[in-house]
């Protein structure tokens, strides 16, 4: 597509359910990455897809995070039993193979846990 | 270890006012690459420059320049005669070889232009 699509857009659960999000990068964008943005926070990174590379999961907060990629394209973060901790925008990026290559972000699903 | 900071929490200036947005990164390689990247309301971030370590020429974009010195370690963003359209959070960042391809962000300042 033209541009990183996230889903959905918000997301409202209650504390315990488990939430997949959903990322599609732009075609040919061989790098994927998740960030998480908690209220009034900058960007915290969670993981990162290179190709068919083992992801690089140093990010993530707790084993109740996960993410999987595939196909080398679409991309689902899944947080288990949530907490209200979890509330944040969760965003998501795609870009070319290469250090230095910039990101395009997705508009982020706000995810609140009630 | 790498790290941004941004020091400014939040900024508020009067329309047609210069803004200097400031940046300063910490990193043990030579080899480095530094972005600006702008979050409006509507929370969508929009990425407005990258600069590697081996350029330290100065950019000018319309009214948006940066200012690049290795010697301070700073990467400073200036909006020149700020708009009401230029209110948003500014996220200076970071990649550099020992993180690969990943980016570190500041903080951010978050910018606000009265009419």
């Known amino acids: 597509g033209a541009g990183v699509s996230q889903s959905p857009s918000n997301k409202v659960t209650e504390k315990g359910k488990d939430v997949e999000l959903r990322c599609d990068p732009i075609?040919?964008?061989?790098?994927l990455y998740w960030y998480r943005q908690s209220l009034g926070q900058g960007l915290e990174f969670l993981i990162y897809f290179q190709g068919n590379s083992a992801p690089d999961k140093s990010g993530l907060p707790s084993d109740r995070f996960s993410a999987e990629r595939t196909g080398g394209s679409v991309s689902t973060l899944t947080i288990q039993r949530t907490q209200q901790e979890d509330s944040a925008v969760y965003l998501c990026?795609?870009?070319?193979?290469?250090?230095?290559?910039?990101?395009?972000f997705g508009s982020g699903t706000r995810l609140t846990v009630v | 270890a790498q790290k941004v900071t941004q020091a400014q929490t939040e900024i508020s200036v009067v329309e047609k006012e210069d803004v200097t947005l400031d940046c300063v990164y910490e990193?043990?390689?030579?080899?480095?690459?530094l972005f600006w990247y702008k979050q409006p309301p509507s929370g969508e971030l929009v990425f407005l420059i990258r600069r590697n370590s081996f350029d330290e020429q100065n950019e000018i974009s319309g009214r948006y320049s940066w200012n690049f010195q290795k010697s301070t370690s700073s990467f400073n963003f200036t909006i020149t005669a700020s708009q009401v359209v230029d209110s948003a959070v500014y996220f200076c960042a970071l990649s550099d070889m020992e993180y690969g391809n990943k980016l570190v962000f500041g903080a951010g300042t978050i910018l606000r232009v009265k009419s």
């Open positions: 075609s040919g964008h061989t790098a």
């Open positions: 990193t043990r390689d030579t080899t480095y690459y």
């Open positions: 990026a795609s870009s070319l193979t290469g250090q230095g290559r910039g990101y395009t």
